[in-house]
């Protein structure tokens, strides 16, 4: 497996760039502009939750040890999955914190993965409901544990996605896939977990999401605009130069 440690953040996150859906994130602002830049990709998206307590340190532990496994849960899933990432040397600020507030979560609800829709770019929102699945934090130092459970959760989201192209449909399908996990008798991943007490908790998205988002996702267009600009301008330039210097873009 490769190691994407030390060094910068663009060492790193080169090393990152195979990770289409896996995205890690080192501050809130890195957060949402690499949600801004995916907002089109993605009928759900979902972020994995923690803080720094000392109880929680090894979910930390846990995503920088397993990157690429997070990744390829979120590829098979089909889902931009965003967890934050400790890269050394680099100042590094959980995003957890900002997105409890903003999503009126409490600390004491994380660990946990928040699923959710994402707003669009003018504000208003396409569902209006994320889905919040609490973890353990003592689960994450037995892969026998947490394996099973991650494993469900991101196959019900796969299971969500192949039933229904709206995120609505899609929370939907999960709201009904939580309460038939609670009444299975196999005690196994998710089930198992279910029966343990686990209270999915289902968010009406605030008004500050919205502006929090919209904020970051009017950036994005805006730096899309200006880099489309750029690239135009290069283009004329080349076709109105030299002829030797034309190429296939001025056909």
Not at 85 to 104: A, C, D
Request: proline fraction near 6%.
């Amino acid at each position: 497996m490769p190691q994407c440690r030390g060094g910068s953040v663009d060492r790193v996150h080169s090393c990152l760039l195979g990770r289409v859906y896996g995205r890690p994130c080192s501050s809130f602002d890195d957060f949402r502009s690499k949600l801004a830049s995916v907002r089109e990709g993605s009928v759900v998206f979902g972020i994995l939750l923690y803080d720094s307590r000392p109880s929680q340190k090894v979910i930390e532990a846990f995503t920088q040890q397993h990157a690429d496994w997070i990744d390829e849960l979120a590829r098979t899933a089909g889902i931009y999955f965003f967890f934050p990432f400790r890269v050394t040397g680099e100042r590094f600020l959980n995003p957890s914190p900002e997105i409890v507030r903003l999503f009126n979560l409490e600390l004491a609800h994380l660990p946990g993965v928040l699923i959710f829709a994402l707003p669009r770019a003018d504000g208003t929102v396409q569902a209006d409901h994320a889905l919040f699945v609490p973890l353990e934090e003592q689960d994450f130092g037995e892969p026998r544990i947490y394996e099973p459970i991650l494993d469900d959760l991101f196959e019900l989201v796969r299971e969500g996605l192949s039933k229904s192209q709206t995120p609505a449909g899609v929370l939907a399908f999960l709201r009904g896939e939580v309460a038939v996990h609670h009444q299975r008798r196999v005690q196994i991943g998710l089930s198992r977990y279910m029966k343990k007490g686990a209270q999915v908790l289902f968010i009406k998205i605030p008004k500050a999401v919205l502006d929090s988002f919209a904020e970051a996702f009017g950036k994005a267009l805006a730096e899309k605009v200006e880099r489309t600009g750029r690239q135009r301008r290069a283009v004329r330039a080349v076709c109105h130069g030299p002829p030797f210097t034309k190429t296939l873009a001025c056909t």
